[in-house]
């Protein structure tokens, strides 16, 4: 394989909880859609109220207040429907879960699945029970995906996807780290397509964009 064949790997360090983090789920999509084999996405776990932090509370008027400046004019950009939760769960079910979709090759449309569950329709992805749910929803075994989490099967992958993020100084998300035959790169935030893509170009020199789909 040429050097400007080898695909540009987007590591994506994200958390289910995080509004930022669905926000740049459309972009990516469209990205990769546009880019197909040459961008490699890989989608990995951060919590931001890791365990044993206590949960938040309910939502309040001064976060819905910063959603309205922040969250909703990109929501509305993007294309997505999102309000602010009634419950602030831990993440770290729903990040194994993720996992386990990977390894059941559902991983796409439960990733997006629970993006919605929480931050459209305001469900606790915290709860073993609406995961189980939410896998039966995209043809996963639910019973298989409770005894995985039950046993904490998938524990040790969350836990060295936060230790990487550690490592390269992540501290919020989303994060990307994109790796090719260029410099690698760190981008933080939610970030519009065209930002994204001239980190691509950067990292994988060779063809153009317009040659590359």
Not at 6 to 16: A, E, G, K
Not at 132 to 151: H, K, N, P
Request: hydrophobic share 45%; aromatic share 8%; with cysteine.
């Amino acid at each position: 394989m040429a050097q400007s064949d080898t695909p540009v790997r987007l590591d994506v360090w994200s958390d289910y909880v995080c509004p930022f983090c669905y926000l740049e789920l459309p972009v990516l999509e469209q990205l990769h859609a546009r880019l197909g084999s040459a961008l490699d996405i890989h989608w990995r776990a951060f919590e931001l109220r890791p365990v044993p932090a206590r949960p938040l509370a309910p939502v309040t008027e001064p976060p819905r207040s910063a959603w309205a400046r922040t969250v909703y004019p990109l929501a509305e950009q993007r294309g997505l429907t999102m309000k602010p939760p009634p419950v602030q769960p831990k993440s770290r079910l729903a990040l194994e879960a993720a996992e386990f979709a990977k390894d059941a090759g559902a991983f796409s449309p439960f990733h997006e699945a629970l993006f919605r569950a929480f931050f459209a329709d305001g469900r606790d992805i915290g709860d073993l029970r609406v995961l189980g749910a939410l896998a039966e929803d995209v043809g996963m075994d639910r019973e298989s995906l409770t005894r995985a989490l039950e046993a904490g099967r998938y524990t040790a992958r969350v836990l060295a996807d936060e230790e990487e993020a550690q490592r390269l100084g992540i501290r919020g998300v989303p994060a990307m780290r994109l790796a090719g035959n260029g410099p690698v790169l760190l981008l933080n935030g939610a970030q519009p397509e065209e930002t994204v893509r001239a980190a691509f170009m950067r990292v994988r020199p060779g063809p153009s964009l317009s040659a590359v789909h």
